[in-house]
């Protein structure tokens, strides 16, 4: 899959050894781009984990909003690992193959109510059409209930979604 060995560390401190616990909990068992990560860079590996954590538990956006915009970027681009593991999560959180196929093309599709579609399009628009993003973009987010700490962890989701998917291509055979 990689073209470098990859495996976490022997001996991790306490609190990466809690958040790979939780996440092979979740997963089965640690997936393969997080032993990557933790083998290019242990500090980045912790620094994602408690980023991702943090988004499992948002107090006001769906978790799972995060999932559509990884599937929606990595279809985007490319990431054919990337595709496949956000559709297996997904599949694995009661989504159908139709609602997940059309949104990996269209974010507007995804299952959620308008607040949480135009979030996720403004989101999206602004990492992949961020030459059209404008401050009447940010208007319409504001006019929907959403502040600047939301509007920043969609976004920046989004990036997050294409720096990963980089480096991670970077490292597949």
């Known amino acids: 899959m990689f073209i470098i060995d990859v495996k976490l560390p022997e001996n991790p401190n306490r609190k990466l050894k809690a958040m790979l616990a939780a996440f092979e909990e979740k997963f089965g068992e640690i997936p393969p781009h997080f032993k990557l990560l933790g083998t290019l860079n242990l500090n980045e590996l912790e620094s994602t984990l408690e980023y991702l954590i943090r988004l499992m538990q ?3 956006i769906n978790p799972d909003l995060f999932a559509f915009l990884r599937l929606h970027i990595a279809k985007h681009e490319g990431y054919q690992y990337c595709i496949k593991f956000n559709t297996n999560l997904l599949k694995s959180l009661g989504y159908s193959t139709d609602i997940i196929e059309e949104s990996s093309n269209d974010i507007s599709k995804i299952p959620f109510d308008e607040n949480l579609k135009l979030l996720a ?8 059409n961020f030459k059209d993003f404008s401050r009447d973009d940010l208007i319409d987010l504001y006019e929907s209930g959403w502040d600047d700490g939301e509007i920043f962890d969609a976004i920046n989701h989004c990036g997050f979604m294409l720096k990963n998917g980089r480096l991670i291509s970077a490292y597949m055979l």
């Open 121 to 128: 399009n403004k989101a999206v628009k602004s990492v992949l």
């Open 58 to 60: 948002h107090p006001t």
